[in-house]
């Protein structure tokens, strides 16, 4: 373990630490509100100042100016050995639907609310209620529910909860939902508490209306049917900014800007293109008459040994008008 790496983790507490494992889980993302609610302080200043702190020794990023958004780090998955997927970068709805499910925890945590974080978790969550391993949602043959939150309430229901995609429809996502938990349904019947969680009140409107749809319905298994509960969060973010890569305004602007080339004006001709042009003129390369450009006279030697008759050495001499004809060079 680098020495630098060692330094941050002197500066961690249980107060800490606890507060980056609970946003690791929850995807990652927080904003100040909601970090005031997970009680990382008891005031927006401190909270402010706590945040800033830990970006400064590099466990978190800001990555939204407003709503002000924070999001951990590597470094933060490597302080707590968890899955490295949240501190990557995400689009500006990926964001959104992960601080859903941040402020969904604040809220549920209130009725009370027990939640399994951990992946095996949540499987033997199913499993030991007598739920075969197979009746679990798979994808690529095993159980999958890292996307979804699971969690024990209301003396000892089980509750599964799906945030609300923005970017898909939400018909879509029910019968998703409904799919991948019909055998779960079959098996722990009224126990198992279905719900998705939207927040806005337009979207939490059309999932009311679109439950009892029929083609989420026939996905009912025999005997059952499934219930799935809308749920409106009080507070969501209902748009952001991102920031752009970099993570901050301050190093963003502190780039400097690219230099640009230097052109080269007509002061700036070297000899060469001087000599060029007059020789162009001389051979009639572009046509049988040219102009050439001013050309200085040069004193010779014996004008530099002998100064008594002071040489012009700005007078110029100028060629117009050059004609060349095929007759006289013949003479």
């Not at 029929?214 to 973010?237: G, W």
Request: glycine share 6%.
């Amino acid at each position: 373990m680098s020495q630098r790496f060692q330094s941050r983790m002197a500066l961690m507490d249980e107060h800490i630490e606890s507060f980056l494992q609970i946003v690791t889980e929850l995807g990652g993302y927080c904003t100040l509100e909601q970090a005031k609610a997970l009680e990382l302080a008891n005031s927006d200043t401190r909270v402010l100042a706590y945040l800033r702190g830990l970006e400064r020794v590099g466990f978190v990023r800001r990555v939204a100016d407003y709503p002000v958004v924070y999001q951990i780090t590597g470094a933060t998955t490597r302080l707590l050995d968890k899955d490295r997927r949240a501190r990557r970068v995400h689009d500006a709805a990926r964001v959104l639907n992960r601080l859903l499910a941040v402020s969904f925890y604040v809220e549920a945590l209130l009725w009370p609310a027990e939640f399994a974080f951990d992946h095996q978790h949540k499987i033997n969550t199913f499993v030991y209620e007598g739920c075969p391993i197979d009746a679990i949602p798979q994808r690529g043959g095993k159980p999958y529910l890292w996307e979804e939150l699971v969690l024990w309430h209301d003396y000892n229901r089980i509750g599964v909860a799906i945030m609300d995609d923005q970017q898909r429809s939400p018909l879509s996502q029910l019968k998703g939902f409904a799919r991948g938990f019909s055998r779960l349904v079959a098996c722990l019947g009224d126990r198992l508490h279905m719900l998705v969680v939207t927040g806005t009140g337009s979207r939490h409107r059309l999932y009311c209306r679109l439950v009892h749809h029929p083609a989420v319905m026939k996905l009912s298994p025999r005997d059952f049917a499934i219930t799935i509960e809308p749920y409106q969060v009080r507070s969501a973010a209902k748009s952001l900014q991102l920031l752009p890569r970099g993570n901050s305004q301050e190093f963003v602007a502190g780039k400097p800007e690219p230099q640009q080339p230097r052109r080269r004006t007509s002061q700036f001709t070297t000899p060469a293109t001087i000599l060029t042009a007059i020789h162009r003129a001389a051979t009639g390369t572009r046509g049988t008459s040219g102009t050439v450009p001013l050309v200085p006279l040069v004193p010779s030697k014996a004008e530099r040994k002998f100064p008594g008759d002071p040489v012009q050495l700005q007078k110029t001499r100028q060629i117009q008008d050059l004609t060349l004809r095929r007759s006289d060079s013949r003479d």
